[in-house]
């Protein structure tokens, strides 16, 4: 099936007697699969039954802090006075967390985005230091390799296929992990070609590995911390670096919301109607329809069955998947106030917030981030704690207990700890 036809299965369902065809050009992409009088509507709640993605975890709590947490900690362990003291004690607990295996704190590939944007190196390398500390430099799978095997998941759910045996890791020790990376670093000659193995060779394999291990954890390093002024400057002098292709990536999804508000501003009766099937249908459709039209096109060229289920269980397949529903809550209560302006740091938060809700055990996020997920009722069956004060999170951290075999992997979801507080 094309993309176009896909568009227009999944907007056929949009259809209401809200009659989202009398507006012109504004649901429709591919602006085809237009039928007047369909009644049925799109009826998208989050379903009862999530279908998670086939990752495997440590057996201890995954905890995800929002950038401006890590700040705060940093600029507490620093003595700065005009920081909550709970800052400090937060940080405190999670040291002890980390250091007894009773809690794992992950990075994702947004906090990479977020410290780029801040210019002075000093305050890169005063966070970078709390954030080595926690994470030591364990990164969260990327929302694209998520959303990957989480359709994979639900395909295979609904077509009862067995897929266990091709499990990935939620978290791995490197910043590529966030960005879709396969495999480590390597030693390359000046052909570009891969030259490890002739490396490995000329020295003892002790040697080899120490050298590595320096290697990569020098790389690690630099990637949190960011360019100093001087690396910057050497950087700029390189045609290959343009970091402004990822500014430009994340302004055109800012456009997408932008365009959903005047959508909904030209119609104001939908931010009081069924706005959540809306925004998880344009959701679905923008960022993950690509992805899913080739997935079932590897499936055909496999030989395996295609994945062409009726519209009622097509959209329950979109209803199950875990981190697309929290990604669709949140942007759900954001169109709802229409003054609300969309930036980049939304999108970014939303992005980070969508997988960290869904796959870790508790998620300590700013106040309004805060606010969308606590109010969207649908995402309490997930169960992630979401604490109001630093302090709630301290006193929840170090209320978990030890953990037989924390390294131990083992499928997602975990039993989730009771929060004591909040």
């Given at each position: 099936m094309s993309v176009g036809l896909v568009h227009d299965r999944l907007y056929a369902s949009l259809e209401t007697t809200m009659q989202m065809s009398a507006v012109p050009g504004t649901l429709s992409p591919s602006g085809k699969g237009r039928r007047k009088g369909v009644n049925i509507g799109l009826k998208v709640p989050m379903a009862e039954e999530l279908v998670w993605a086939n990752v495997m975890r440590p057996r201890i709590p995954l905890v995800y802090l929002d950038l401006h947490v890590a700040i705060r900690m940093a600029r507490a362990s620093r003595g700065d006075t005009k920081v909550p003291a709970e800052y400090l004690k937060l940080y405190q607990a999670a040291l002890r967390a980390?250091?007894?295996?009773?809690?794992?704190?992950?990075?994702?590939?947004?906090h990479l985005w977020e410290i780029a944007q801040i210019t002075d190196p000093k305050q890169r390398g005063n966070l970078a230091d709390i954030l080595e500390t926690l994470s030591d430099y364990r990164y969260l799978a990327g929302r694209t390799l998520i959303a990957e095997l989480e359709i994979e998941a639900g395909m295979a759910k609904i077509l009862g296929e067995d897929i266990s045996d091709r499990s990935v890791a939620l978290v791995r020790s490197t910043f590529g992990h966030a960005f879709g990376m396969v495999g480590g670093m390597k030693i390359v000659n000046q052909a570009g070609g891969d030259a490890s193995d002739a490396v490995r060779a000329r020295m003892p394999d002790a040697e080899f590995d120490r050298l590595m291990a320096s290697m990569n954890y020098e790389m690690e390093r630099r990637m949190l911390r960011g360019p100093s002024?001087?690396?910057?400057?050497?950087?700029?002098?390189?045609?290959?670096f343009q970091p402004q292709v990822a500014v430009e990536g994340q302004r055109s999804r800012v456009e997408w919301e932008q365009d959903t508000d005047r959508v909904l501003n030209d119609n104001p009766k939908w931010r009081r109607g069924r706005l959540r099937d809306l925004i998880a249908a344009r959701e679905f459709v923008h960022e993950w329809i690509e992805m899913y039209t080739r997935m079932r096109i590897e499936r055909q060229k496999a030989g395996l069955p295609d994945f062409d289920p009726p519209d009622d269980e097509l959209r329950r397949f979109m209803g199950a998947m875990p981190h697309t529903q929290v990604a669709v809550s949140v942007k759900t209560r954001y169109h709802t106030n229409p003054r609300h302006k969309w930036t980049v740091n939304d999108i970014v938060d939303i992005d980070a917030v969508s997988v960290a809700y869904a796959y870790c055990e508790?998620?300590?996020p700013d106040k309004a981030m805060r606010h969308a997920l606590l109010s969207s009722k649908e995402l309490q069956s997930i169960g992630t704690?979401?604490?109001?004060?630093?302090g709630e999170l301290a006193e929840w951290l170090n209320s978990l207990p030890t953990v037989i075999a924390p390294d131990?992997?083992?499928?997602?979801?975990?039993?989730?700890?009771t929060p004591t507080t909040g």
């Open positions: 980390k250091l007894e295996r009773r809690a794992m704190f992950p990075l994702s590939g947004e002024d001087e690396d910057l400057e050497q950087l700029r002098t390189d045609p290959a508790a998620v300590f704690y979401v604490p109001r004060r630093p131990l992997l083992v499928p997602h979801p975990l039993n989730r700890p």
